[in-house]
T-cell receptor
């Protein structure tokens, strides 16, 4: 079946511009996660959606970062006024109800010039 | 805040060797410990998940162990193959909310 998909696969932007990254989770998965992976570093948790509950935004690094999710489907991660330190691979994952295993998408590589 | 460390950062072995990858974590109050592999340009693939009440999990040539008291987990790969070449990541889930804390990974190269 279809896995988690993310778009675009690569995004190059200029410092100060806003970007939107998209994640389509596996159908039926209630939980959705965003992570950031900077070069040479481990994955950092950003935000977590579970069903209709309020999202866990504890990992968002600044108020320039925000994310939305429509029901239990697509999610968008928005970064406003991008900075060079935002350059990273942004990974999305989803997991089924009552499941612990996360299924990851291929990521979006963001480069801020 | 949980800190997860993986040693070594990189490892090269000849095909057929057995090998062990190490993962250590500072907060032993974990809900579960997970191992993933990451291939270049691709997302993560879940390999094994060990619940806090378990000591090990096995899948094919892979065996993961968990020692909460010492804050350690190991991933054992038997009879390594070139297709095992990837970066292996361990991650701890502290609360069951699946908010994972990841290590920086071990990049494994299996030489044919």
């Amino acid at each position: 079946g279809a896995g988690v998909s993310q778009s675009p696969s690569n995004k190059v932007t200029e410092k100060g511009k806003d970007v939107e990254l998209r994640c389509d989770p596996i159908s039926g998965h209630t939980a959705l996660y965003w992570y950031r992976q900077r070069l040479g570093q481990g994955l950092e948790f950003l935000i977590y959606f579970q069903g209709n509950s309020a999202p866990d935004k504890s990992g968002l690094p600044s108020d320039r970062f925000s994310a939305e999710r429509t029901g239990e489907s697509v999610s968008t991660l928005t970064i406003q006024r991008t900075q060079q330190e935002d350059s990273a691979v942004y990974l999305c994952a989803s997991s089924p109800p009552a499941g612990d295993t996360q299924y990851f998408g291929p990521g979006t590589r963001l480069t801020v010039l | 805040k949980q800190e997860v460390t993986q040693i070594p950062a990189a490892l090269s072995v000849p095909e057929g060797e057995n090998l062990v990858l190490n993962c250590s974590f500072t907060d032993s109050a974990i809900y579960n410990l997970q191992w993933f592999r990451q291939d270049p340009g691709k997302g993560l693939t879940s390999l094994l998940l060990i619940q806090s009440s378990q000591r090990e999990q096995t899948s094919g040539r892979l065996n993961a162990s968990l020692d909460k008291s010492s804050g350690r987990s190991t991933l054992y790969i038997a009879a390594s193959q070139p297709g095992d070449s990837a970066t292996y990541l361990c991650a701890s889930d502290q609360t069951g909310a699946n908010n994972l804390f990841f290590g920086t990974g071990t990049r494994l190269t299996v030489i044919p």
